[in-house]
Every structure is written in C-alpha cells, then in structure tokens.
T-cell receptor
Framework: AQTVTQSQPEMSVQEAETVTLSCTYD???????LFWYKQPPSRQMILVIR??????QNATENRFSVNFQKAAKSFSLKISDSQLGDAAMYFC????????????????FGTGTRLTIIP | KAGVTQTPRYLIKTRGQQVTLSCSPI?????VSWYQQTPGQGLQFLFE???????NKGNFPGRFSGRQFSNSRSEMNVSTLELGDSALYLC????????????????FGPGTRLLVL
C-alpha cells in the first residue's frame, strides 16, 4: 500500500516571500501521479498542481512549482510571492497509474500542512 | 461548466439514524469518488463509481454504501449512524478515460458536513 507523509503540520510565511512545503511518499509502483490540493476555510478542495511520475520535468503553475525527486520519493511544493489568499491547508496526494491500475481512482492523502500568510 | 455539487451542505442526525448524501459530477465526468475527512483520521477513500458500477472500495464497514445513476450522479448512504461518523464527506469527479489514455484529475465538491448527535 502507498503512504504519503507531510512532516510539517504548520508553516508560516511573510506575504510576498517564498515558502516550500514538503511531502514524501512510499510506493513500489513506477507509474503514478502526485498532486497538491489546497483546502481553504471554505473546505472546498482545490487542485493546485499535478505531476506525472514519468515526466522528469517539474510541473509549474504560475506562482506554484514542484520539486519532484523520484528516486528520493520526494514531492515538495514551492509557492513564490505568497499572497493572503494562499492561506489554507495543503494536502499532498498520490494516485496509481499504469494499465494494471486502470479504474483505480483512489487518492491517498497526506495529513496536510496548514499555511499561514503573515501580512 | 458547473463544478461538482453536493447536497445537502450541512446535516444533523442522531445515533442510529441513516443518511443519504448526493453528489452531481461535472458534466461529462463518469467517475465519482467519495472521501471522508475527520480531524483524527484525515482524508480517507470510501469508494468510487464508474458507469453505475463500484470499481474500488476503501476500508469502511458495510454501513457505508453508495450507488451511481445513469446520469453519473451518485449517492452515498450511511446506516445506523455512530458518533464517529461525524465528518466532512467529499465527493470528487473525473473523466476517467479509457485504459491507455491520460488519467484525468479529480475535481472536488464543497462537501457535506455531517454531525451525529
């Protein structure tokens, strides 16, 4: 079974600064997806960024980028130019891929990191 | 395109009752997954439906069940409610393309907050 670990329960960053959230995972699979979701106080889970394991290039979405280290099973999220609206719980998630996992939509989540933005 | 909708948004029940939650996926999405979120256990996968069939199930007791209709809308039912069933129940939908194609991201609804007294 796969596991996802987020070792930072809480983080804070000054507005306009950069912050990095950590995530490690354990799997014996070679083909999978990794995601970062954001959950603001409204509790709506919002996709931030996703990474396909077969892609060596790190995914980026505007101010959000990841550092994907497949061998180390590490998947960190970097938020640049932090804004007040970035305050939320951030969850790292894993999903199996590959033909043998067709139909397996299950997401395995980490425990989350609460990010506070300091004005 | 409208997002995933869940009804009701809030619900209060008493122990022993049963409850039904509803989820309408994004138009065109055929896969619907359900998750339970609690402070103690975090986010846990309940089950996933595709074309009216349950494809995958998490480690929950048989009191938790679900179904999917031909229009892809899904319901989950919890019978004989227990205090520990108090949680935020999240529904997510995805396209879930055919085998060999790119996998689509899951998009979440706003959740149903269930309180069991």
């Amino acid at each position: 079974a796969q596991t996802v670990t987020q070792s930072q329960p809480e983080m804070s960053v000054q507005e306009a600064e950069t912050v990095t959230l950590s995530c490690t995972y354990d799997t014996s699979e070679s083909d999978y997806y990794l995601f970062w979701y954001k959950q603001p106080p409204s509790r709506q889970m919002i996709l931030v960024i996703r990474q396909e394991a077969y892609k060596q290039q790190n995914a980026t979405e505007n101010r959000f980028s990841v550092n994907f280290q497949k061998a180390a099973k590490s998947f960190s999220l970097k938020i640049s130019d932090s804004q007040l609206g970035d305050a939320a719980m951030y969850f790292c998630a894993y999903r199996s891929a590959g033909l043998e996992n067709f139909g397996n939509e299950k997401l395995t989540f980490g425990t989350g990191t609460r990010l506070t933005i300091i004005p | 395109k409208a997002g995933v909708t869940q009804t009701p948004r809030y619900l209060i029940k008493t122990r022993g009752q049963q409850v039904t939650l509803s989820c309408s996926p994004i138009s065109g999405h055929r896969s619907v997954s359900w998750y339970q979120q609690t402070p103690g256990q975090g986010l846990q996968f309940l089950f996933e439906y595709f074309s009216e069939t349950q494809r995958n199930k998490g480690n929950f007791p048989g009191r938790f069940s679900g179904r999917q209709f031909s229009n892809s809308r899904s319901e989950m039912n919890v019978s004989t409610l227990e205090l520990g069933d108090s949680a935020l129940y999240l529904c997510a939908s995805s396209l879930s393309r055919l085998a060999g194609g790119p996998r689509e991201t899951q998009y979440f609804g706003p959740g149903t907050r269930l309180l069991v007294l």
